[in-house]
């Protein structure tokens, strides 16, 4: 299982056409406004499956996804970096450096200004609130201001800067801090997707679709917290996330028989045919949840 901060969106994007027209017609929302990208190396007549990610993604990947959307830039729909003295326990520093690390990968669609600094900088201080050495995050962050100009250096850097810190938390036998680190980054991916992607008041079949089969990813994320139940700070989140859950589980998602294919290696799901049984009333719960359990995370 991939780990660490996972976002949102997780399998909200990555392919080019996500409802097919029995889906389409089934919401009866128009779909010719939809605020994915599209895929200019792919054409109709290759495109013959759709993917859908059902575990967890680093925040490299993270950043590629956030590129594939045409997300407007709103920095106050973030968690300010003026907010991060106010994470003094470990467990919320964990819980904020992931929402901090899906931060980052948002704003660097928009390029390299002195924002994603920012949130650089604002990352290293919580890690070292963490107890974690000042050298997997200082040498990365000397790179990147030596040469700006290279994003994708930035994403390498700050990948790598994060697989250090999930692997000395881990050999530290701190496994349940990287777990909240990893539960707070997904929730943040979806609070920025629900609140800037779905539109309530004119939703998008498409959109819908996508935070629909974040119903594989909440199970994904649930399993992995679930190894850390002797932390009571994870414990709480897991109820947390169970009632999310609930929502989830009032709607199915149907594959035709012989035309899904499972590729457990990169974790995705492959099919040209999905039936989801979801609701608007349904996805807007689960917009309101999630937003309040963000809300949460970084206030309370």
Same mark, same amino acid.
């Given at each position: 299982?991939?780990? %660490? #901060?996972?976002?949102?969106? /997780?399998?909200? =994007? ?7 027209? @029995?889906? $389409? ?30 575990? %967890? #993604?680093?925040?490299?990947? /993270?950043?590629? =996804? ?7 830039? @709103?920095? $106050? ?39 994603? =600094? ?183």
């Amino acid at each position: 299982m991939k780990t %660490l #901060l996972p976002l949102l969106l /997780i399998s909200m =994007i990555l392919t080019t056409e996500f409802c097919n027209n @029995s889906t $389409a017609d089934k919401y009866k929302y128009a779909t010719d406004s939809s605020p994915f990208k599209p895929d200019s190396a792919r054409t109709e007549a290759t495109i013959t499956k759709e993917e859908t990610y059902y575990g %967890l #993604l680093t925040p490299v990947e /993270i950043c590629v =996804i956030f590129n594939r959307l045409s997300v407007p830039y @709103s920095i $106050a729909t973030l968690n300010p970096v003026s907010n991060r003295d106010l994470y003094l326990s470990t467990s919320r520093a964990a819980i904020n450096t992931g929402i901090y690390g899906v931060d980052f990968g948002y704003l660097k669609m928009f390029g390299i200004g002195q924002e994603v =600094i920012d949130y650089m900088v604002t990352i290293r201080e919580m890690s070292i609130k963490l107890g974690i050495p000042d050298h997997l995050l200082m040498e990365p962050l000397r790179r990147v201001e030596r040469d700006m100009a290279d994003p994708e250096m930035i994403t390498s850097l700050m990948g790598k800067a994060y697989y250090d810190i999930e692997n000395h938390l881990r050999q530290s036998g701190r496994e349940s801090t990287a777990g909240l680190m990893v539960m707070g980054g997904w929730v943040e991916a979806m609070y920025i997707a629900t609140q800037l992607v779905y539109n309530p008041a004119n939703p998008d079949a498409e959109v819908i679709q996508k935070i629909a089969e974040q119903k594989y990813t909440l199970t994904s994320l649930l399993s992995f917290m679930k190894n850390y139940y002797d932390d009571p700070v994870v414990v709480y989140y897991i109820k947390k996330l169970k009632f999310l859950n609930n929502y989830f589980d009032t709607f199915e998602i149907y594959f035709e028989e012989g035309d899904l294919e499972i590729d457990t290696a990169r974790q995705i799901l492959r099919s040209s045919k999905v039936k989801i049984t979801v609701t608007v009333e349904t996805v807007n719960k689960i917009r309101d949840y999630v937003a309040k359990l963000r809300t949460e995370m970084v206030i309370t």
